[in-house]
């Protein structure tokens, strides 16, 4: 299985405020259908879902194929909301790294390679 690592994707609040003790749910793009991530590059080992944010609002999380990511606050209040996010080895030929954001209202999430 070949999977892409988002690594430490950090959630911010209101552009300031990091979502210490928020939550990542993942589900198949286009969906509320679980859709697994996993804690290591081997794809051995699935990770929680909801993935539980550290005390910076960050979590190291790898991803194979396109995904539905929805963030919430750490009282489960709904953050973000992004659809068609995709691994970068589910895409067509791709030379370079490139850093993309997605936002939602009042937050951003970025994901780094």
Not at 50 to 74: E, F, M, N, Q
Request: charged letters at 10%; a negative charge.
């Amino acid at each position: 299985m070949a999977i892409n690592k988002y690594n430490k994707a950090a959630m911010i609040h209101h552009g300031v405020t990091p979502l210490a003790g928020g939550f990542i749910y993942t589900y198949a793009a286009g969906t509320t259908v679980n859709k697994e991530t996993f804690t290591d590059a081997g794809g051995l080992t699935a990770a929680a879902n909801p993935i539980v944010l550290d005390s910076a609002g960050k979590a190291s999380v790898w991803i194979t194929g396109s995904y539905r990511i929805i963030v919430k606050d750490s009282a489960d209040v709904t953050v973000s909301d992004t659809d068609n996010i995709t691994s970068f080895t589910a895409l067509p030929s791709v030379s370079t790294a490139y850093f993309e954001t997605f936002s939602g209202t009042g937050s951003q999430t970025a994901f780094t390679t």
